[in-house]
């Protein structure tokens, strides 16, 4: 297949260095472009970025030189991921989508947007057909699509099973997040060891409303959003990586029997199994039997980090039942997401060299 | 007031030697004898324990030799508390209150029996006429009473006041625990360094039937059980000291807002508040305003940690409250418990020197 | 004794808060005016301040308005304590000085002046006498003292009884430092949960210069440092508070056997033991036999932060003498110190209502 | 090349468990049994072992039968791992080797035995003509090969450039041990979470004896021991894996000046760089210019494990060169240097199909 040429948004935070290191050796997608801050702009990026993941800095980028986040500086550039901050990302994506330009978003600015695909692969591949309403461009060739944020990706594809099955009549959930969430420096170590914090800023909305536009129905290119209350307690937890939710589901018709439920989620078959998509995984869900997993230190990296693990399906008297997910939230809940969206859209035609 | 010789059974473990440190200085008690397993019994209490409390070995225990777990080695005690393990309290407690000995306990086993109050003196202090009922010992000198486990204390004194005004439908909430709970060695730091372990063996269970005896009525010498279900979820976090839960609560009769859920927490007076109990905490319930708060490392020793904190009350659209709730899991969820039982029973003149 | 009204520079500040909050029951001491950067001039200080010490902010200093840093501001104290940041402390002290208020300083700019007492009052109470010495206001009234770094102190106090008795040839040590020596918000906590960081800027030239002047004799109005090597090597490590030292020092005379070294430390009685000061430890050194003590976590709060806790004490091949040494580095390191030295200055007169 | 047949002994246990992660894909080996205690012989693995690595159990060995630790029931294997725990080390290998079945052992118990090779491969190959003078089975097919301690195989490894160069005089080296050095269960988190434990038994005289082995000469068929004192200070730290140690060397002959000693470690080419072991890092020491390297979370599992990284090499008073090492202390320092031990015995032909 064609190299595509990829330019990376926010290229120096976190997110921005998470989708260096996935992209580092990459079939399709190869680097050729990175944006920064005007701070950054004009320095090589081994200078204007404080490297923080725990392999070395890719040789292919360590020279080159940052640009400033405009479309004008990224005419080589086949489309871009945005790792951007929320307080650009408005602006800057939607320059980019006007000028021709697709964006692949981790930012959750435009996932509220009706027209803009908020996507799982393996949940609602075929909400990519909003981008065919977008507007930004007069020819089509610029749009935006998004990921969702990162508990409401293992929410939401755990829930799906469910969903298609039984119906959902609401949802109760803890969600029991990683320090990397936050990104660098993000969390203080003062606030954080030996302790939790009860409150992440904005997560709490986020968890409610995602699921409901990731499981909505595309009719007449619109989504129509499901409709069932998230009730959501957003805590932070002294983990590195990997956000584990203690979730909680009434259904709208009760399944025989608890086993039902995890039989189900155990065969269920993602519908872009057999597209061949490099960052998919083999099993976009993993059943664990054993009572002490999943645990976020020793299964965020199944699958390169891009498996939704799931454990103690059981019962209970208030809701229907009760089960344990917890997904990479940097890799399955951010820049890996974003990867296999773009995966997605190529092989979809929407991304063309 | 005259000075109560108290026994301490399970001296060596984790919880006995919390009783030992919360009763050095105490203004009633005197610790007059420690009991062991065989393996301890006939050395000094410091070549038995392996001490790991962080302030020093009381002097007044330090030479004190241990005895084995039976009556007629605390001939000289007027009460028990007791740390046992619950592979032998069901025996030892027994034996004790048959041979007329009261027992204080913190040990799970007879938490379930109808006739022995599971005690929580701010939320059920009437239940101590259970005790009446016994038939240990003949004349009635001997008695169990008990404490409930570490969680279902801060969840009942929270729902507590939610109870008696609007009537509860139903709870669900998943409690993040702290490693003193699991005792000493307990958990491996392999296991929970940088990590979370959704399951704690037995746990779920105690925190949904447990708030129903204790918000039970007490109906001629019988507890009429409150009839909600709690759907729970117990994780282990990587904190020391306090259990932090999050609570969602739906409510038989709506409040007509959240605030007045707030008030009615903040404004809650404790039954036991004017007894001059000396391990009562002046303010049973703190609500925090500060939404990032309780967390355990800061809050947990508040009020010598005897104090449940609560913070985040807010409504939600599948349960009707939702909050956070935290309270030292081995003083007010454990040891200290027992200390103000203690201190209850002596007010109510079961007690006596 | 009448109360000495202090003042507090960089209130808002780590240390200003530690300094509140040691101060909050104080006998001699009452906190009168807090002093802080522009941003927070004019502000309250439960406004201005991002209150981190787990106890709650003290009601006495709640509504009190922060002023400016500047002499003027300060007329109606006694003294203020500085816990003011490196980058601004030269200008701001020296300014207090002049104007004739004796500022006792945590910060490092002054301490290496020839004319200012760097001051641990168990081990050079007499340095004080350099204070006469000092030209900042014409008739004396203002002058500065400072305490060390908060490694420097437990190494100094430890290597007090030996190089006294047996005078030191050099000294290797390595310094294990909790993350609250690095102020709020500190170390991100992705750099530092589960690992170590091998560098600390700027501490190691502290560690091995500031023991050289504590030990040296004030000779004609002037300190003659001692003169051995002291070679460092500081690390951070995920501990809240306390910084343990691995310490490994050659004498100049070697003592007959290790357990003489054992039994001096045990021994040592501090210069200031009958002086009565209030935050004075009763044993400024403990010496552990147990080789797993001390610990940080167990034992940073042995009398209430102020004594430097030593264990492992074991000869050697290449240097004679191993041990390890630890003491709370916000308290005995750090605020508590200064507090100490502020009432050392108060009973030899230096500083007065 | 013919593939080895490989048993394992201690299979169950934390480095046994290791043992079977790093072989899963050998090129060379392939594990044909697995021996434990008589309480797992007769089960299948997978029942028998408590599984604690991050990536699932190899298929391979998750129905091979347990079989006891006895030569007896291994006849089908080339040679044996040993994971055993000391307490049993001594009588089992012995066993073995005496029944004509080489060991490559990870226990301590055979590595101060004259005739048995204290071996790193890129420090002392050499030294495996030591099999030769081993006299447990008549003909020589059975013998006992050893890796060593976890804290001397970094120390070595960089001491080794220095000591080939310079001389070492003496060395004073502080060691700061992940927790998975203790094995599981192991370290109970009650002692470690936000901890430092200044002891752990056993290690010190091990870090100071093993390097002189290691760095000593073969002549006349046996080792003449290195000469020169190590101070060792073991403490234990909450990290997961990667001992890093805090080296200060004295040199007999002083470089002219420390960037010599970078230089040096830099251009250190290991003497089996060329032999194509499959285990064998590319590069053995990497040296870090940025002073916040190496730290063990990031850089632990550099090479897959196999690296020696080497930090802040600077020069000093008291001893010439001080610097940082780490490295992955069950990979490097235990089953993975065991590992690439068997392959150099491989390719030197002393273990055979």
């Known amino acids: 297949m064609a190299q595509f040429k990829a330019g990376i948004l926010g290229a120096t935070g976190a997110v921005g260095q998470k989708f260096i290191r996935l992209l580092q050796d990459h079939p399709w997608f190869t680097i050729s472009a990175l944006g920064a801050s005007g701070r950054s702009a004009g320095k090589p990026y081994s200078e204007a970025a404080n490297w923080i993941e725990s392999t070395p800095m890719p040789e292919s980028v360590n020279q080159m030189e940052v640009r400033n986040c405009t479309s004008s500086e990224f005419g080589d ?21 006007i000028a021709g330009i697709p964006v692949i978003s981790n930012a959750k600015n435009y996932r509220t947007d009706p027209t803009v695909p908020l996507l799982v692969p393996e949940v609602n591949p075929d909400h990519i057909e909003l981008i065919k309403t977008q507007k930004f461009s007069a020819d089509g060739s610029g749009w935006i699509a998004t990921n969702p944020n990162c508990v409401a990706i293992p929410l939401t594809m755990s ?11 609401s949802v109760v959930v803890t969600s029991l997040q990683a320090i990397s969430g936050a990104g660098y420096p993000g969390v203080p170590s003062l606030d954080i060891l030996g302790n939790v914090i009860p409150y992440i800023g904005g997560e709490e909305p986020k968890i409610s409303a995602e699921p409901l536009k990731l499981l909505g129905k595309l009719e007449n290119g619109q989504v129509q959003h499901a409709a069932f209350p998230v009730q959501a307690t957003a805590l932070r937890v002294p983990v590195i990586n990997g956000h584990l939710i203690a979730v909680n589901v009434k259904l709208n018709e009760k399944p025989s029997n608890i086993s039902k439920v995890s039989e189900l989620m155990r065969s269920w078959k993602s519908p872009i199994a057999d597209l061949g998509l490099p960052s998919a995984p083999a099993f976009p869900l993993h059943i664990y039997e054993d009572e002490r997993y999943p645990q976020p230190r ?56």
Do not use: C, W
Not at 159 to 169: Q, R, T, V
């Open 159 to 169: 829930l799906k099973p469910l969903y298609d099955a039984f119906g959902i009549h």
């Open 77 to 97: 550039v086949d489309f871009v991921f945005s790792g951007l901050d929320s307080t650009v990302a408005t602006e800057i994506e939607g320059e980019f989508a």
């Open 298 to 353: 020793l299964h965020a990296d199944n699958e390169n980090g891009m498996q939704t693990a799931i454990g103690r399906i059981r019962g209970g008297d208030v809701m229907d039942v009760s089960y344990i997910a917890m997904a990479h939230n940097t890799i399955r809940g951010a820049a890996g997401g974003a990867i296999l969206n773009a995966e997605l859209l190529v092989k979809k035609g929407f991304l063309k060299v």
